[in-house]
């Protein structure tokens, strides 16, 4: 198989991958409360790398997972970055921000967030890296690609 074809596949499906989870965190409705997006840090973070033979897709924002799954129940967040988020989401309370941030921490910390509370699986993430996905934009392309590329060698054997 040719290695420009291959490779081409494999950064093809690289960027629908990021370009769903960006498009998902922009405006899928996860909650009642709107689309994930605050500060585009998330959509900001994703990345895919090759290295060798391996596809690397991650993220180098530390909650990036929380947009799937939720936050459990247990400890308190950092209060930095739930402060932060509640600078940045356009709330309708008269309630102090800081009084307000305390208060989703605690809930937080007691109960886990809404989307950890409905069972996780929001499909931020999820709706791009299952198997059903990689099969029709990656394993699928590059089986074709193979066949194409051997049924060239055979029946054109000049060419190739």
């Given at each position: 198989m040719s290695l420009i074809s291959s490779h081409i596949v494999v950064i093809e499906f690289a960027e629908r991958v990021l370009s769903g989870i960006k498009d998902n965190i922009r405006g899928k409705q996860v909650t009642p409360f709107g689309a994930m997006h605050t500060t585009g840090q998330a959509e900001e973070s994703l990345f895919y790398e090759i290295r060798g033979h391996h596809l690397i897709i991650g993220s180098r924002w530390a909650y990036i997972?929380?947009?799937e799954d939720g936050r459990k129940p247990g400890k308190f967040a950092p209060p930095e970055i739930i402060r932060q988020w509640v600078d940045d989401k356009p709330l309708?309370?008269?309630?102090?921000?800081?009084?307000?941030?305390f208060l989703i921490n605690r809930k937080l910390k007691e109960e886990g967030s809404l989307i950890y509370r409905q069972g996780g699986n929001s499909g931020i993430l999820s709706d791009y890296l299952n198997q059903d996905f990689v099969h029709e934009y990656l394993t699928g392309p590059l089986g074709k690609a193979v066949i194409d590329e051997v049924t060239n060698i055979l029946f054109n054997p000049v060419a190739a």
């Open positions: 997972t929380v947009l309708g309370t008269d309630i102090p921000r800081d009084s307000l941030a």
